[in-house]
């Protein structure tokens, strides 16, 4: 494999994990609270539409112009990862909570059971609450997945490469959510979606770039360059809030 090839795949496998554990989290919430067939079958309907929209979309995307496509999705990837970036900033200099995989867990919880039986039985039988709650979670996310794989492989010209990635991030969180069976606390969402802006904000910049007709030195190298120089940037402003912060008003900003 490549270097682009590595980087694909580790962009991927990132991005994929993070929608993975956000929809697992929600699916096992209310399979343990409220049985396991209704969201396991939830799960397997929106996986199957899933399928239907990468089948009809891939190939449309694969059809169009590489610089436009590249243009595209690079502003695309690029809006995806400064807002992730964002987040992480925020998160990592004290302005914004973190996100609690124990504390949602705990929400879905919650909510399914406060959401009783008083739905009723769906035509099949089974629990509809908990067969539209997974088949939403999944659903989105799985959209989400989907984007990522498309835009990633067809922009790098390799779309196994990214599918497989994609693959492997989802059979990981499954096994350890089924080992597991409750909130995916011990994965390190927090530092995946922190990794992911970083590299969604570099991947953006590179391919948008190209897509408006500029020559990187050394092409796909410039990476090694683009991604280091971006989180540095990020971490330089994780230290300027931090720093903020820390710093105590003076009388004209209490004034004020």
Partial sequence: MTMTGWLL??????ACVVEAVEA??????????????????GMATAIGVLAIIIVVLGPAISSISLSPLRLIV????????????RKAVLRASGYKDFHDEDAIYLKQVANAKAAGTELGTGRLGGDPYGFTLAFKAVLLE????????????????DIPIAALAAVVAIALVVLIAVIVRGPLSKVPENTIKYAVGILLTSFGTFWGAEGAGTHWPGNDVSLLAIIPLTALVTFALVAVLRSSKRRPATTAEVAT
Avoid: D, K, M, Q
């Avoid at 697992?24 to 079958?41: D, E, K, N, Q």
């Avoid at 799985?142 to 010209?157: K, P, Q, R, W, Y």
């Fill in 9 to 14: 795949f580790a962009a991927t496998f990132l």
């Fill in 24 to 41: 697992t989290t929600v699916v096992v919430a209310v399979g343990v609270t409220r049985g396991w067939r209704s969201p396991l079958r």
């Fill in 74 to 85: 690079g502003a695309l990837l690029l809006i995806f990862g400064l807002g992730w970036v």
């Fill in 142 to 157: 799985g959209l989400e997945v989907a984007f990522i794989v498309v835009t990633f492989g067809a922009n790098a010209h």
